[in-house]
């Protein structure tokens, strides 16, 4: 559907101070400091888990030595989407309006509306986490029975709100968190990932002096040890009181961009109209599941 000179009618009459609506500010890009981005110049890429060794056992005097295989588990496709959006404009609109910034703007307009795609498209892989998406290994992102050769593991924390002790929980699950053949991988806590509305909360659980919420006069553990080393507040989350705590393994959540944004322009012989889009080429996933925990909130 193209754009008419109907669409802004008062763009036609000189007087208007001003419009507004459209001057906002730039849409930031929270997933980009939980994901790992990455680029790929295929139609899809594959991540494989590969595990290793068991732990060594006891060899009695002249017997042999126990032997072992390393092996490959599963394996997670990411195959690259194209987003797109444009828009059309009439060559009388184009020459009837009194306001040239309105069509200068849209194209300021069409990048902030792939970038709120970008940012819904990613906060969807979390927002889906516990219930939609399976993953490689046959099961969600937040399971507590994700199946290795050693038995089932989880990320699934406790379905609580974000408090010092469910965060204390989340850090102690990480540090102990094991590999695919059941040995501990000595894990980090890295980036906690909450809704705008838990801002203040966040904040009070991990910079007060002293423990938060209580009469306890005692050290905040979180804040002396630095356990988290940042907070996002990603506003493209749908559970408000759904929380993230995110690791230092790598490939857990995981970007690929195939292509970045291209805006172009071109005009129709026979209506002669302008027309104008954008596309973009990524997909967002995850491959090792120990990149991430989470808690859906009570």
């Known amino acids: 559907m193209a754009i008419t000179r109907s669409a802004h009618p008062s763009a036609l009459w000189p007087g208007v101070h001003a419009f507004f609506g459209n001057q906002y500010k730039d849409i930031s890009k929270p997933f980009e400091s939980y994901f790992q981005m990455e680029t790929s110049d295929k139609a899809y890429e594959e991540i494989v888990e590969a595990y290793g060794f068991g732990l060594a056992a006891e060899k009695g005097e ?65 927002n889906r986490g516990f219930a939609t998406f399976l993953g490689g290994d046959g099961v969600v992102l937040f399971s507590a029975a994700h199946p290795t050769v050693s038995g089932n593991q989880s990320n699934l924390l406790t379905a609580a709100d974000l408090s010092e002790a469910g965060l204390e929980a989340a850090a102690t699950a990480i540090m102990t968190m094991r590999n695919a053949r059941g040995i501990v991988i000595n894990a980090k806590p890295k980036t906690l990932v909450v809704h705008p509305s838990e801002w203040a ?61 291209e805006f172009k322009q071109d005009n129709d012989f026979d209506t002669e109209n302008a027309k104008a889009k954008a596309t973009e080429r990524y997909v967002p996933g995850w491959a090792d599941w120990r990149g991430i925990y989470g808690s859906a909130g009570a």
């Open 201 to 261: 909360n966040a904040t009070r659980i991990l910079m007060s002096d002293m423990r938060s919420g209580t009469a306890n006069n005692d050290t905040n553990a979180l804040k002396v040890k630095g356990i988290v080393d940042q907070v996002v507040m990603d506003p493209y989350l749908t559970d408000i009181d759904a929380w993230y705590l995110t690791t230092d393994i790598p490939y857990g959540l995981t970007s690929f961009q195939r292509r970045a944004m």
């Open 62 to 126: 002249g017997a042999s030595i126990q032997y072992d295989t390393d092996g490959e588990g599963y394996k997670t496709r990411f195959t690259n989407k194209v987003y797109g959006l444009g828009y059309i404009v009439t060559r009388e609109a184009i020459e009837d309006n009194q306001y040239k910034q309105i069509a200068m703007r849209r194209s300021a307009e069409l990048a902030r509306s792939m970038a709120a795609t970008k940012c819904i498209v990613h906060a969807n892989i979390l």
